[in-house]
T-cell receptor, first 114, second 115 residues
Framework: AQSVTQPDIHITVSEGASLELRCNYS??????LFWYVQSPGQGLQLLLK??????LVQGIKGFEAEFKRSQSSFNLRKPSVHWSDAAEYFC????????????FGTGTRLKVLA | GAGVSQTPSNKVTEKGKYVELRCDPI?????LYWYRQSLGQGPEFLIY????????DSGLPNDRFFAVRPEGSVSTLKIQRTERGDSAVYLC?????????????FGPGTRLTVL
């Protein structure tokens, strides 16, 4: 069965520091992978997605993610974090076994220190 | 253009009551999804509509949950005989097509509290 694991429940970084959020997936075929951000009281916003091709994907707000098939990972990175990046981040895999639902990880809550 | 909207934003009800949660998708989007997000968890798939029909309802937890989309646009998630365990944020998403290439756009959610 498809699954997504985000090993870090909470991460705290200082403003200006680099960030990496981990995501591991389990999926039998080539995965469709997504990172979403959820700010308090806001809906989920797509940061970036990977379908095929270049394994380094650029997204909005200066985020990028790298797909590594050998490690079943799709980690999210940002070189310099801003205070406004404090939010919850969700990794998801798209399952296309007859339907088109997303399977989400449990999320990583990011705290940014001034 | 408007995004996905959901009403109400908050709903408080008593155990055993019936509730309806509404989702207005982005105009022209044929696919509509319902997810449930419990505290400290990621969203979990409930049901997916393609047009008016429920193409996949495998995520509905039991027969107290039902959803409709009679005209292929607005959808209503209905919960009968609510239980405290139903308390969660219910998210709706819409997509312009039925391929995973098509991004799902999420609404702000309805926070349901069952007392």
């Amino acid at each position: 069965a498809q699954s997504v694991t985000q090993p870090d429940i909470h991460i705290t970084v200082s403003e200006g520091a680099s960030l990496e959020l981990r995501c591991n997936y389990s999926y039998g075929a080539t995965p469709y992978l997504f990172w979403y951000v959820q700010s308090p009281g806001q809906g989920l916003q797509l940061l970036l997605k990977y379908f095929s091709g270049d394994t380094l994907v650029q997204g909005i707000k200066g985020f990028e993610a790298e797909f590594k098939r050998s490690q079943s990972s799709f980690n999210l990175r940002k070189p310099s974090v801003h205070w406004s990046d404090a939010a919850e981040y969700f990794c998801a895999v798209g399952a296309h076994s007859g339907t088109y639902k997303y399977i989400f990880g449990t999320g990583t809550r990011l705290k940014v220190l001034a | 253009g408007a995004g996905v909207s959901q009403t109400p934003s908050n709903k408080v009800t008593e155990k055993g009551k019936y509730v309806e949660l509404r989702c207005d998708p982005i105009s022209g989007h044929t696919a509509l999804y319902w997810y449930r997000q419990s505290l400290g968890q990621g969203p979990e798939f409930l049901i997916y509509f393609q047009g008016t029909g429920a193409a996949d309802d495998s995520g509905l937890p039991n027969d107290r949950f039902f959803a409709v989309r009679p005209e292929g646009s607005v959808s209503t998630l209905k919960i009968q005989r609510t239980e405290r365990g139903d308390s969660a944020v219910y998210l709706c998403a819409s997509s312009p097509g039925t391929s995973l290439n098509n991004e799902q756009f999420f609404g702000p959610g309805t926070r349901l509290t069952v007392l």
